[in-house]
């Protein structure tokens, strides 16, 4: 026997609620009996706290008598014996001091289940369980029970060894089988409301519109954000044109990103109008002001002939590829579609251009545009990663298209084998591109580029590098500072620096490439904060990063109120090396 109690304490019982989620299950569902980690373990202590009555609140107790009060929702909390110091410890013993003590229970919340049969039978309320047996032999003998189905609900358990008393008792309750608090704890408990109570009373509650009413809103001038709270595979099928996707089970903790202005009208909906009642009622909660739920749902939606579209999903090779990306709220299978869509423009495949293409070539962005007129040399190789050894001599435009197709066979990417020029750079815009990133080492090219994205209203996310020191920003046209607010025109070609002085820290165009990188996807998919008006200053000798806000100039050649410079401009080439404005 000793043998037998020994396996037994290590055996455990786990019980897990499910979260009681208004859209699903409604509320006072009994959990079910999960396999999994214990929470319960003979001999532990279980103490009871009281939640109080979630509908009627404590204070009516009292009040009430016995046999009209609601169910308790109870929850029971196991304090392991060598840790009854702490308050958990401290209401066990008053619980034992009091009389109170219980055994671990099985299907403890299926409380209310339980008391309703335990009313039907005449409230019967044992004095002292009979069962002595260890746990396991009486998991056992449940589930020979289960298989006979001998036991119907609130009876007892006639073949059980005699009651000891001291001990908790089991009754026949399906799978969960409660066992009975005993001794002087009894409740009498009154039903919960059913799940068809509970969504009437949510409906009543809640600002319900019919499909013609909704279609008029969205065609409106205050058009609401329709949310979808169906699951992703109802979504998949099927949705109402212009909604977004928050699945109900995610909705309070998607919402603030989806709709950070609580002020936002809302539009509710799923299959049928029910999830989308609660979660409406759940919204209101959240303090959102205007929130309606779309009575009839999608379905009703779909049946009245009103327009309809098939979203766009990643297919499973691309769901596996982008599964840290689909994981983050603020990117998900929308975001990755974005990316995809999107199109990035490099200027240079060199030490900036590199980690760059690198990252935005992994992230999925769909197009990748690369000018750039050098070829491979070994002294590219100490930082431009892009590269190899075997592709000395390459054209790098060309070089970076196999190791980015290599990398990702799901994008484009576009060579360019030139230097930009005026001559070319309205031909190379015309390619259509959301982001420019600048990579270019010189700087004829930083003007042009600079002064095209003003005109063209293209984001441009700048970087350079010198020796120990790095920097970066992003010139959005009509946001911030251009290059020019900056530096109106570029120096003269015999105060820039010989290209000997141009060394770099191999490493450093890595960390300013990859700044580009993460700018150029922020830009991409619409989110955070992008470097707009803020010059990031990187020191690798000190590993310190400051800030300096930019502002836009007034008299900007380019971006100010009455432009100087309206058409490009061919500066004398000169050699490259330093930052261009360090
Ligand atoms: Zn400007």
Same mark, same amino acid.
């Given at each position: ?28 569902? @009994?959990?079910?009996? #999960?396999?999994?980690? *214990? /929470?319960? +373990? $003979?001999?532990? %202590?279980?103490?009871?706290? =009281?939640?109080? !009555? ?49 055994? @671990?229970?099985?299907? #403890?919340?299926?409380? *209310? /289940?339980? +008391? $309703?049969?335990? %009313?039907?039978?005449?409230? =019967?309320?044992? !004095? ?49 089988? @409660? ?6 704890? *009894? ?396």
């Amino acid at each position: 026997m000793e043998g037998v109690l020994r396996v037994d304490a290590v055996r455990r019982v786990g019980i897990a609620g499910s979260r009681p989620s208004p859209g699903r299950g409604g509320v006072g569902v @009994p959990p079910r009996l #999960v396999v999994g980690p *214990a /929470e319960v +373990e $003979l001999g532990s %202590r279980v103490v009871r706290m =009281r939640g109080g !009555d979630p509908l009627h609140g404590t204070k009516a107790r009292g009040a009430v008598p016995a046999r009209e009060r609601r169910a308790e929702l109870c929850l029971d909390r196991v304090v392991a014996a060598e840790d009854l110091r702490g308050p958990g410890g401290l209401v066990a013993l008053v619980e034992e001091l009091l009389g109170l003590g219980e055994c @671990p229970r099985l299907g #403890v919340a299926a409380k *209310a /289940e339980f +008391e $309703l049969q335990e %009313r039907g039978a005449g409230a =019967r309320v044992r !004095d002292g369980a009979r069962d002595g047996r260890p746990l396991t032999a009486r998991l056992q003998n449940r589930d020979a029970d289960d298989g006979a189905g001998r036991h119907e609900r609130g009876e007892p358990d006639d073949e059980q060894d005699p009651p000891v008393p001291g001990r908790c008792e089991r009754t026949g309750l399906g799978r969960h089988r @409660p066992s009975v608090a005993t001794k002087r704890l *009894a409740t009498f408990p009154k039903a919960m409301p059913s799940y068809r109570e509970l969504l009437q009373q949510v409906k009543s509650e809640i600002d319900e519109v019919g499909v013609t009413r909704a279609r008029d809103l969205l065609a409106g001038d205050d058009r609401p954000l329709v949310i979808d709270v169906r699951e992703l595979d109802e979504w998949t099928e099927g949705r109402i044109p212009g909604a977004i996707h928050i699945p109900r089970g995610n909705l309070e903790s998607r919402i603030e990103q989806a709709a950070p202005d609580h002020a936002q009208p809302i539009l509710l909906y799923c299959a049928a109008g029910n999830r989308s009642a609660f979660a409406a009622k759940s919204l209101e909660e959240l303090g959102y002001e205007s929130v309606t739920s779309l009575a009839g749902g999608y379905t009703d939606w779909k049946r009245s002939g009103l327009p309809t579209e098939l979203p766009r999903t990643l297919d499973g090779e691309k769901r596996q590829r982008y599964s840290r990306h689909v994981l983050i709220p603020e990117v998900g299978e929308e975001g990755q579609l974005k990316l995809l869509d999107s199109r990035v423009l490099l200027l240079g495949a060199g030490g900036l251009g590199s980690p760059s293409a690198l990252y935005l070539a992994a992230a999925g962005v769909g197009r990748l545009g690369i000018v750039d007129d050098d070829r491979v040399d070994a002294s590219n190789l100490q930082r431009q990663v892009l590269h190899s050894t075997s592709r000395l001599g390459e054209w790098k435009a060309e070089s970076a298209k196999r190791t980015l197709e290599e990398l990702n066979p799901d994008i484009d990417v576009v060579p360019y084998i030139e230097r930009l020029t005026s001559e070319n750079v309205e031909r190379i815009l015309a390619d259509g591109w959301d982001v420019i990133v600048d990579g270019a080492d010189n700087f004829p090219t930083r003007y042009l580029i600079n002064d095209a994205a003003v005109w063209h209203d293209i984001p441009l996310v700048h970087g350079s590098i010198y020796r120990f020191e790095g920097q970066a920003t992003v010139f959005k046209p009509g946001a911030g500072p251009c290059y020019r607010c900056l530096f109106p025109q570029p120096p003269p070609p015999e105060l820039a620096p010989s290209c000997a002085e141009g060394g770099v820290l191999g490493v450093l165009p890595g960390i300013v490439g990859s700044l580009q990188a993460s700018e150029a996807l922020k830009l991409c998919l619409g989110i955070g904060e992008p470097l707009v008006g803020r010059l990031l200053l990187f020191d690798a000798l000190a590993t310190e990063f400051s800030e300096v806000n930019l502002r836009r100039d007034p008299n900007c050649p380019v971006c100010g109120d009455s432009p100087t410079i309206t058409e490009y401009v061919d500066y004398v080439e000169f050699c490259s090396g330093r930052p261009t404005h360090a």
